[in-house]
């Protein structure tokens, strides 16, 4: 049982290229997310999905893109790096979005380093 | 605006106890979560509280007061594996998770 699994776990960028971050997750979660977690502030959403065909924005979306044309893959897209997207980028998935304790089972991260 | 707060370090000693405390001011309620998340690694999920009181699990314990806008995660038995930052979150109205930045636990021998 995989759980989620993230690619790259590091990747190095020039500003201006593009990129995207696989993930993947093999629990049939409804629910998947990609945070950004920097120095010193808690992890900010992205982007989020509740099902497949369905995503949305969450706290920071500037400069992403997302997709969910399966229920087991969330591609996060970088459209233009910029230094300012440096961090460590985490998917994360569970059953369901609402009602109840919806624990996340975060993949392992993706350490982005924007030149 | 939404805010959690929690202390940025804390440091203690070996087989001694820790309570590391969680603020928060948030646009409804829906739960309150702890993580645990080792240096270099991804978050893992400790607790959750939705009620008042204390939920023990084993050599941790979460307790939650609504009313204060207040929790704390208590680290019994302490042991070095245990160095760790420890993420409180909270889920508002939406049940969109609300992010505390840690705590970072130091245990000494």
């Known amino acids: 049982n995989a759980g989620v699994t993230q690619t790259p776990k590091f990747q190095v960028l020039k500003t201006g290229q593009s990129m995207t971050l696989q993930c993947a997750q093999d629990m049939n979660h409804e629910y998947m997310s990609w945070y950004r977690q920097d120095p010193g502030m808690g992890l900010r959403l992205i982007h989020y999905s509740v099902g497949a065909g369905i995503t949305d924005q969450g706290e920071v979306p500037n400069g992403y893109n997302v997709s969910r044309s399966t229920t087991e893959d969330f591609p996060l897209r970088l459209l233009s790096a910029a230094p300012s997207q440096t961090s460590v980028y985490f998917c994360?998935?569970?059953?369901?979005?609402?009602?109840?304790?919806?624990?996340?089972?975060f993949g392992a991260g993706s350490r982005l380093t924007v030149l | 605006g939404q805010n959690i707060d929690q202390p940025t370090e804390m440091t203690a000693t070996e087989g001694a106890i820790v309570q590391i405390n969680c603020t928060y001011q948030t646009s409804g309620f829906n739960g309150l979560f702890w993580y645990q998340q080792h240096a270099g690694e991804a978050p893992t999920f400790l607790s959750y509280n939705v009620l008042d009181g204390l939920e023990e699990k084993g050599r941790f314990s979460s307790f939650l007061s609504r009313s204060k806008g207040y929790s704390y995660l208590l680290l019994k038995e302490l042991q070095m594996k245990d160095s760790a930052s420890y993420l409180c979150?909270?889920?508002?109205?939406?049940?969109?998770?609300?992010w505390g930045a840690g705590t970072k636990l130091i245990i000494k021998p």
């Open positions: 979150a909270v889920a508002d109205s939406n049940y969109q998770l609300i």
């Open positions: 994360a998935s569970s059953y369901s979005s609402g009602t109840g304790a919806n624990v996340l089972t």
